[in-house]
């Protein structure tokens, strides 16, 4: 168990208003990812981050915005929500070299 | 070309069969390979994780690198139906970002 919880686990929100999406760990690791899941399309970085304030821009992050106050907590905000935003995202961090998942979000945008 | 190819199954087998998972990748820089099992509508639970080369074994599952010929497989003897899942192998070179398979849906027969 890598302790990374994340919340809400569902959300139905309509279009056009803002989502933000928490993940949270409980082992300081310095990696945090935030990934959307997709049939067809497999596992999609969104964006990460490797440090308190540092993050950086993924394959799939128009539309996505992060944050990183603090080393245990990394916010997705979904600024404008779109129905091309329904998905599942899932939060990991890094270990020596591996990642670990959290249980996922399933978001619908109606 | 994609850097990770996967088949996608879905793969049926009888219980207590020995199940062979494959991935061939394309970038020889890559030195971690990691094995997920995700069950439907969850997290991907890592499995196997692996550096470099080489065999890793783990109760009922078998990791192999075969980085000569750019192949990771994952092994599963006497397989049980609460193995069926989809199967993810990924890969990475040591830095921020990791290559996902699309995932191999398995199915055990009881």
């Known amino acids: 168990d890598a302790g990374i919880t994340q919340s809400p686990r569902h959300k139905v929100t309509e279009t056009g208003t803002p989502v933000t999406l928490r993940c949270h760990q409980t082992e300081n690791h310095r990696y945090m990812y935030w990934y959307r899941q997709d049939p067809g399309h497999g596992l999609r970085l969104i964006h990460y981050s490797y440090g308190v304030k540092d993050t950086d821009k993924g394959e799939v992050s128009d539309g996505y915005s992060v944050s990183r106050s603090k080393t245990e907590d990394f916010l997705l905000t979904l600024e404008s929500a779109t129905s091309s935003q329904t998905s599942v995202y899932f939060c990991?961090?890094?270990?020596?070299?591996?990642?670990?998942f959290g249980p996922g979000t399933r978001l619908t945008v109606t | 070309q994609k850097e990770v190819e996967q088949d996608p199954g879905p793969l049926s087998v009888p219980e207590g069969a020995i199940v062979s998972l494959n991935c061939t990748y394309s970038?020889?820089?890559?030195?971690?390979f990691m094995w997920y099992r995700q069950y439907s509508r969850k997290g991907p639970e890592l499995l196997m994780y692996t550096y470099s080369s080489g065999n890793k074994e783990d109760g009922r599952f078998t990791a192999q690198v075969d980085k000569s010929s750019k192949y990771i497989s994952l092994f599963i003897r006497d397989s049980q139906p609460s193995d069926s899942a989809t199967y993810l192998c990924?890969?990475?070179?040591?830095?921020?970002?990791?290559?996902f398979g699309t995932g191999t849906r398995l199915k055990v027969l009881a």
């Open positions: 970038n020889s820089a890559f030195q971690y």
């Open positions: 990924a890969m990475t070179s040591g830095t921020y970002k990791y290559i």
């Open positions: 990991a961090i890094r270990g020596d070299g591996e990642q670990y």
